[in-house]
Nanobody, 126 residues
Framework: QVQLVESGGGSVQAGGSLRLSCAAY????????WAWFRQAPGKEREGVAA????????YYVDSVKDRFTLSQDNAKNTLYLQMNSLKPEDTAMYYC???????????????????WGQGTQVTVSS
């Protein structure tokens, strides 16, 4: 069993920054696809960014590619998402997810992941 715990969400004004954290507990594999998703009320859950831990290859949705950055701390088994230049459209509940495989061509689809955290709220005001 794997547990994922997110933290670091909050409320900021447009143009501000936040850093989200996702800590993994329990039985994890050495190489897997580790991702961030987000979901606003009434909208589909969408992939934001992902990393394949076996090769450090990263993936970003186009809308965040130049503003968000993934990093990980192997000793703490924690994944970070640094979010800069935040926009109101970034407002959503952000979830951490794991797929015990390499990141697929459809990494951005929530159907590919079986393990999820409880979410952390990000609110960006104009």
């Amino acid at each position: 069993q794997v547990q994922l715990v997110e933290s670091g969400g909050g409320s900021v004004q447009a143009g501000g920054s936040l850093r989200l954290s996702c800590a993994a507990y329990g039985h994890t594999y050495s190489s897997y696809c580790w991702a961030w998703f987000r979901q606003a009320p009434g909208k589909e859950r969408e992939g934001v960014a992902a990393i394949y831990t076996g090769g450090d290859r990263t993936y970003y949705v186009d809308s965040v590619k130049d503003r968000f950055t993934l990093s990980q701390d192997n000793a703490k088994n924690t994944l970070y998402l640094q979010m800069n230049s935040l926009k109101p459209e970034d407002t959503a509940m952000y979830y951490c997810a794991v797929d015990f495989y390499f990141c697929r061509g459809t990494w951005w689809s929530h159907h590919e992941y079986n393990y999820w955290g409880q979410g952390t709220q990000v609110t960006v005001s104009s």
